[in-house]
């Protein structure tokens, strides 16, 4: 079921109609003309190593390439490559009619022409992998190089069905191997995954005539809920007045298979095999929609993956949910906006794109040819499970640097010796009191260029200098490197830890919006032979934050308010009702639900109120409208508490502000992905005089803990200025 390309058009003799195909990829520039007519005078006639044309063969991988939008001389070297690889075009020929910058392109594919040789890595490190294989791509001058191969490999893989089922294998092996995580490596979607079902269609062909035949014989029922779950959210982007498109997304064969292996379930059970994609304008557009769906259909909570917040490391970004519809079946949506989709399609090539002439960055300068791609090889061999994602976009400049026994380490743009070994190890950065690159001594605060291979010089002990920690003598540049400096410093002063353990619990106390607690108590609880010992812990970062938090949910004394509470009378003697979460005293079965007013979660003070026909509402000890409850409903006030063993989620309002910057909202949501955190609702009011920004999220956390954690983290974004949960209840004075 792989999309086949536009038909090539032909004249009445069956010659290829040149003009008419320039217009079918919207390109007649004078460049692309010439390398037209070039390419078919060379190559027409000539055939490929796999019996074809080279110069239908250039038209197939020319097209590509300009769909992709790579630039005029992309296209011309696309071309005329295979005439240059199969026909005997020389170079000259190529720069005198083509120009010098086509004929680089069309020498430096040439350099990736065999990689059929597949070495074995049994003993190479799965980390080692990845770090070879972002160390070529960033070697790479010029990512036209790369794409202009991928095409071939299509080009070759939609026309072997006349070789031999050996040679077809090879391929497909090959293909499956080397170029479609290549292309996957790129994000360049729109080539990978019809390499993927090309090769799957060639290894595995019952599997995939089977899934074929399935998804044919289930359209019309696909057809039909597709095209009403569209209806239904035209409806609500017309109400919003969102400029949106909502599309039936097309279903990938060997993706559709490989997660029924991954998942161990038949083809039923696959959520995308019903699936839609939305693209709206704006990041907060698609957080609209996400909450829409979320209200209107049940969500598969596992099936969420929020890639806006936290891309995937080949720089995809979308929004991925799955709900049940009204009938219980299940279905997908990918929610993303127009840029993002596009980046999914064409992957580094939509920040490649070149003007006439001139080459889109200044990259090209920095990195050289250092190697050959062909020892791309080396680092593919029969795994099947190879990381093949990048930690960021792969053009994203990274330094790779050599420890002297040839590891290969991934560190940041300016980073230095010793944040080199501060990277190796925490206590090879407090010993270190030299450097050698490429075995030359150097100082500390020199910048790490690819390829420098690093030697730390040590002492037997040592300490780090205060001094790595002042930013402009520049010998860190790491934020991990620093923080572990930091860290050592820290542990030298207990005084100053118990000080800086107590502001710390305070200040959560206060963000939490928690009652203050014994913390002699909290102490002993903890193992600590007294409060001052427990702060000493928390200052140096002995104890965790999330171990106090945790020991405070369980002992949160519960003071009284003005408020009385009275029992709900019962004809059995007064004994605990467990439903789900909450333990309710002396009555029957009565479900439960927590308040929306007040939004109390594990740890907080709480109060059973007897509702009319829906069971019991949860609500915080202080909640206003507990506090301002008319006397004669005191009656259906009822003492309730939460059960320790509590794994459910809870509703929580936070409230952060910050100065108001562009993507801001979106770094928050990428700490909340971050930590799995599902963003219910989320309100932003800008006070633009100020440039002062408001927001209020409401999450799921599942305790106290959880919400202590995620605070922290927010509190870390730059421009934060403050950031604690909402108070909804009135604090007792």
Known sequence: MVKTHKTTPLNQDGSVNIENWLQQIHNTSPLVKSACSLSQVAGEDRANHYARSCFLQSLEIAEHIARLKLGDEAIAAALVYPAYEYAGLSLEDIEEQLGSRVTKLVHSTHKLHDISSIQSLSSTSLKQIDN??????????????????????????????????IEKKRLANETMEVYAPLASRLGTNIIKWQLEDLSFAILDPDNYFTIAKNLRERRIDR?????????????????????????????????????????????????????????????????????????????????????????????????????????????????????????????????????EGSAATGYEEKIKWLRQLLEWQKEVSDNKELPIELEKNVFEERIYVFTPNGEIIDMQPGSTPLDFAYHIHTDLGHRCRGAKIKGKLVPLTTALQLG???????????????????????????????????????????????????????????????????????????????????????????????????????NLEIKSTSTQIFHATSKKPPSKKYHGDIAIYGVGDLLTHIANCCKPIPGDPIVGYITQ??????????????????????????????????????????????????GLISDIAQILANDKINILNLNTVTNKK???AYITVTIEINDLADLSHILDKINQIPNINSVIRKRTYEKPH
């Open 223 to 355: 057809e039909e809920r597709v095209q009403s779950l569209i209806n239904h959210l035209n409806k609500f982007l017309e109400k919003t007045g969102i400029a949106g498109e909502i599309q039936g997304r097309a279903k990938h064969i060997y993706s559709i298979y490989r997660k029924m292996q991954r998942k161990k379930v038949g083809l039923e059970q696959i959520y995308d095999a019903i699936a839609l994609r939305i693209l709206v304008p704006t990041i907060e557009d698609c957080y609209t929609l996400l909450s829409y769906v979320h209200d209107t259909w049940k969500p598969i909570k596992e099936e969420f993956d929020d890639y806006i917040a936290k891309p995937k490391l080949n720089g995809y970004r979308s929004i991925h949910t799955a709900a049940l519809d009204t009938d219980g079946k299940p279905f997908e949506i990918q929610i993303r906006t127009f840029n993002m989709h596009e980046e999914s399609e064409m992957g580094v090539a939509a920040h490649w794109m070149y003007k």
């Open 690 to 692: 100020q440039h002062t």
């Open 452 to 554: 420098d291979v690093v030697e730390i010089l040590t002492a037997k002990t040592g300490a780090p200098s205060r001094d790595w920690l002042i930013s402009q003598r520049g010998y860190l540049k790491t934020a991990r490197a620093r923080a572990k400096v930091h860290h050592w410093f820290k542990k030298q002063d207990l005084e100053r830890h118990i000080e800086e353990g107590r502001n710390l619990l305070e200040k959560e106390i206060k963000r939490l919006n928690l009652e203050d607690p014994n913390l002699e108590k909290l102490a002993l609880q903890l193992n600590y032979k007294d409060q001052d010992n427990m702060f000493a812990a928390l200052g140096n970062g002995d104890l965790r934050f999330a171990q106090v938090i945790g020991a405070l949910q369980k």
């Open 613 to 662: 026909g829906h069971g019991v509402s949860i609500h915080h000890r202080d909640c206003k409208n507990i506090i301002n409850l008319d006397d004669h409903y005191n009656n259906k006030l009822i003492e309730v508490e939460w059960i320790e063993t509590t794994q459910a989620s809870y509703p929580v309002d936070i409230e952060i502000q910050a100065f108001d910057r562009a």
């Open 132 to 165: 070879i294989r972002k160390m070529l791509l960033s070697m790479v001058q010029d990512v036209s190089v790369v794409i202009i191969k991928l095409a071939e490999r299509l080009s070759i893989m939609r026309t072997c069905n006349h070789l031999s089922d």
